[in-house]
Structures are given as structure tokens and as C-alpha cells.
């Protein structure tokens, strides 16, 4: 693999791990919310 | 057998399953204790790398052997004496109580030997040879490991026993699995033929089954 | 409503702007003359090793402030802290062995600095495993921060014994993790600004997860204070007209 192949598969372990890591909080903090019966 | 006993298997399946999700102990606990001994080892015999290539894939079966036979046993998978009247009242079957529990065994195990092998591979840099066979095996020991450790489970059945009782009374029972997963790695990288030991892992799983199935009830009810 | 909503999503709006600027720079700033290209995953991968320690004198912080006023706040800060730190821990790892493999050939080294990088992986791991085990907010902080403290205390015997381990059984001296230092300046700024925009990223989400353990310590709450009616109360006695 190419340099610029490794440089491409961190940065996306990179970013796409923190997508999910910060996805599973905003939709963790959604559900909950939705189950405690907020509507704001 | 009828059709109801694969179904009240696929049930206790699901409820394994589910317990796993809720609780999370293979994940949270089993996974990470299995995966820091392999750290521990080279911090303690060194960390030449012909070395640890040399005892790393050993190390890996080892781990498995001993760590991975927890996920049959603790809280998560045993059940409590009232839980086990309430299965027995309901019309469980004790026999597909016990595939069932050995099935979510061997998936959880399955998981722990995929996770742990990848650590496994990055910490003793061990080369990947035969991935069919390699497959094979990690298969095969799933079922045996899952298999010795949910009967012993059933045969202990008590919650004052120490949380070493299983693993004490699966470890010599587990060496036709270790050696034969080891010999078969060896034997991979060497290319003999590995038919032998897998026949021989075939068999723990066999004759494990077999007894499993035919003393579920008998268990049940001492 | 609205303008809570807006208000609230401003965390994510942070991650993903001060990402966008370190990933531009960390584009545009020139090759290593010795790493080539290869020098860019430095630029994630020192930042989320920086994070990873942050986090963990955080959670440290945390336990000792839960500890001495009881306030479930520093609880709170602390277990967020704990498993933003273990993301951040593995990551850093992930990424210096992705840099390693084309550098060195190998995925791993047994180096003071990653060992001990992969031992604090474990210990958050086992701090987060702990808090599981248990749904009462007030039990779940008098034993995390114990905990906590214990490890964070404990840290600093464990790289002095790993370090003097190293220098008794030296590894090659071509294994440095972060290779020859960074001297050029735009490249060091590209390595600044990841810094800085990985702290933004650690602010962000410790506001996010400190907002869903809230959440969740209410709504373990609510469910636990619903009264359930004795069936007896079901029943009442019929009225049959009679004047008391």
C-alpha cells in the first residue's frame, strides 16, 4: 500500500470512529429523552 | 426430538443473548481479561520478537482455554435456583435448555477467540496461515469450550462454589482442544495434514454433546 | 423550542468545524524529508495520545472531587471523562500502530510509551466495566472514585517499573514512536491545531455525555419511583347508598 493509502485508512479509522463514538451519544441522549417523555 | 425442543432452544438462546446485551459481561469483562494477560506475557519473558512469534500462537490458545470458558460461567449465564424452578414449572426441556445455553456459549466464545485473536496477532506479530482450516478450528473449539463449559456449569450448579470451581474442572478436560488447535496451527505452517487433530477435536465435541443432552434431566433433577 | 434545540446541537457544530480546519492543514502542510506522507497520521494520532492522558488526569480530578464533596457533578465529569478517555486511548493506539506497520513493519513495539499507553487502556476499561455493575447513581460514585483514584495513583508506578524495564532491556534504537522531531513550522502548526482541535472535540463530547448521564440518572429515577398500587387498593368497597 502506497504512503497516501495509510494516511487514508487513519484518517478514516480516525474520523469514522469518532462519527460513530459522537453518533451513539446524540442518539443515546435522543432515546432516552424520547423515553422520559421530553418533547422539547 | 420434536420441533418444540429446537424451539425452546432457540428461546433460551435469545434470552442468553439479550442477557449479554443488557449486562455486557463478555464484552466488558471476559474480552478485556483475556486480551491484557496476552499484554502481560512479554512484559514478563520478554519481547524479542522471534520470541514472542514463536510462543504467540500457544499463548493465544492458552488464553482462550482458561479465559474464554468464563463466558459459561457468572451470573450472567447461570441461573439461579428459583429461575431454574420457574424453567422447569414452565415445561423447559432440560436438554434444550442446555443446547440453547451452550449455543449462546459458543457465540459468545466465537466473538471472545475473534477480538482476542486480533490482539493476539498485533501484540506477538503471528502470521495468519490457512485462514479455511484456521476458521475451522476456531469453530470447532467455540463448540468444544462452550459445550465442556456449560455441562460443568449444569453438573456444579451452585452459587457458593469459588468462580474457579468450572474453570478448574474444564482446564484438563480442554487438552484434546488445545492441542489439537495448536498442532493444527503447526501443522498448517509446517503443511502437514491437520486431519488427525481436528478428527480429535470432532470427538470432545461429540461425546460432549452427547452427554450433555442425556444428563440434562437427570441434573435437573438432583 | 427552536432556539433550545439550536442551542443544544452547538457541541457538534464544534467538532466538526475544528475538525475541518486540522484536516486542512494537516492536507496542505509538506511532506517529512525522512517520513514522507506518512508523517500526517502524526498529526491525528499525537492528539488523541494527548487526549487519552488529558482525559484520564480528568477522570482523576473527578474521583478526588466526587471523594471530598459527595457532589454527584465531579462523578459525573468523571465517568464521561473515563469513557471519552478509553475511545481516545484506543484510537491513539489504532493510529500509532497504523503508522508503524508501513514504517517499521511491524503492526507493534514494545516500547515504555505505548505499553504503558495500552496498561491505562485497561485500566479505564476496567473503571467503566465497574460502573456497570451497578444502577444507583450515589453506590456507583463512592466505588468508581475509588477506583479512579486508585488508578490514577497507581499510574505513575507502573511507568516508572515499564520505563526501567525498557532501559534494562533496550529495544532497537531505531524504534522511537514519534520519529525525528517535527521542526518545520507549518508542520508543526498542523500538529498544534490537531492539538487544539482534539481538545475541542474532548470539550464537546464531555458536554454531550455529561448531558446523557443526566438523562439517564433521571430516568432511572422516574422508573424507580413510580408507585405501583397494591391491588388491593383496586378494589374498593361498594357504595350502597348508607349515610356515614
Not at chain 3, 511532506?31 to 487519552?52: E, K
Request: glycine letters at 8%; aromatic letters at 10%.
Amino acid at each position: 500500500m502506497s504512503d497516501w493509502g495509510w494516511v487514508a485508512f487513519a484518517y478514516a479509522v480516525a474520523y469514522g470512529s469518532l462519527g460513530v463514538f459522537a453518533g451513539s451519544i446524540a442518539v443515546r441522549i435522543r432515546n432516552t429523552r424520547r423515553s422520559i417523555g421530553e418533547t422539547e | 426430538m420434536t420441533t418444540g425442543f429446537w424451539h425452546q432452544a432457540a428461546a433460551v438462546v435469545h434470552r442468553d443473548l439479550l442477557r449479554e446485551r443488557r449486562r455486557g459481561d463478555v464484552l466488558w469483562i471476559t474480552i478485556p481479561f483475556g486480551a491484557i494477560a496476552l499484554l502481560l506475557v512479554p512484559l514478563a519473558v520478554g519481547t524479542d520478537a522471534i520470541l514472542l512469534r514463536q510462543i504467540g500462537p500457544g499463548m493465544y490458545w492458552v488464553i482462550v482455554m482458561l479465559f474464554g470458558v468464563l463466558v459459561s460461567v457468572g451470573k450472567a449465564s447461570n441461573e439461579t435456583l428459583p429461575q431454574q424452578d420457574a424453567s422447569a414449572l414452565l415445561g423447559l426441556d432440560p436438554a434444550s435448555g442446555f443446547v440453547g445455553r451452550a449455543t449462546s456459549a459458543t457465540l459468545l466464545l466465537l466473538i471472545f477467540e475473534m477480538v482476542v485473536g486480533v490482539v493476539a496477532v498485533g501484540l506477538y506479530d503471528i502470521s495468519i496461515i490457512g485462514i479455511p482450516w484456521l476458521i475451522v478450528t476456531l469453530i470447532i473449539v467455540a463448540i468444544g469450550l462452550a459445550l465442556l463449559g456449560t455441562l460443568t456449569g449444569s453438573i456444579v450448579n451452585s452459587t457458593s462454589a469459588g468462580t474457579a470451581l468450572v474453570p478448574l474442572l474444564v482446564a484438563p478436560l480442554s487438552v484434546p482442544l488445545l492441542l489439537g488447535a495448536t498442532q493444527s496451527y503447526e501443522g498448517l505452517r509446517l503443511g502437514h495434514s491437520i486431519l488427525s487433530w481436528v478428527l480429535l477435536m470432532v470427538a470432545v465435541v461429540l461425546i460432549v454433546a452427547i452427554i450433555g443432552v442425556l444428563t440434562a434431566r437427570p441434573l435437573q433433577e438432583m | 423550542m427552536q432556539a433550545q434545540t439550536r442551542n443544544r446541537q452547538w457541541p457538534w457544530v464544534a467538532i466538526v468545524l475544528s475538525l475541518a480546519v486540522a484536516f486542512t492543514l494537516s492536507m496542505v502542510s509538506p511532506a517529512d524529508s525522512v517520513q514522507g506522507d506518512l508523517v500526517r497520521i502524526m498529526y491525528v494520532h499525537v492528539p488523541a495520545a494527548w487526549l487519552a492522558y488529558l482525559a484520564f488526569f480528568v477522570t482523576f480530578v473527578g474521583s478526588v472531587g466526587y471523594l471530598i464533596t459527595k457532589d454527584l457533578r465531579w462523578d459525573r465529569i468523571a465517568a464521561a471523562s473515563a469513557e471519552i478517555g478509553v475511545y481516545f486511548t484506543g484510537l491513539a493506539i489504532a493510529l500509532g500502530m497504523i503508522w508503524a506497520k508501513p514504517t517499521w513493519g511491524v503492526w507493534w513495539t514494545w516500547d515504555a510509551r505505548l505499553t504503558l499507553t495500552a496498561i491505562m487502556f485497561f485500566v479505564y476499561l476496567g473503571y467503566l466495566a465497574l460502573r456497570r455493575t451497578t444502577d444507583d447513581p450515589v453506590v456507583r460514585a463512592g466505588r468508581s472514585s475509588v477506583l479512579g483514584v486508585l488508578g490514577a495513583l497507581q499510574i505513575p508506578l507502573v511507568h516508572f517499573s515499564v520505563v526501567w524495564w525498557r532501559t534494562l532491556h533496550q529495544p532497537p534504537s531505531l524504534v522511537r514512536p514519534d520519529g525525528p522531531a517535527i521542526q518545520d513550522p507549518l508542520m508543526l502548526t498542523a500538529l498544534t491545531v490537531g492539538v487544539l482541535a482534539f481538545t475541542v472535540v474532548y470539550g464537546s463530547l464531555m458536554v454531550k455525555r455529561i448531558e446523557l448521564i443526566k438523562l439517564d440518572d433521571r430516568k432511572v429515577a422516574i422508573e424507580q419511583s413510580i408507585e405501583r398500587p397494591v391491588a388491593g387498593e383496586a378494589v374498593t368497597v361498594p357504595d350502597l347508598g348508607a349515610s356515614s
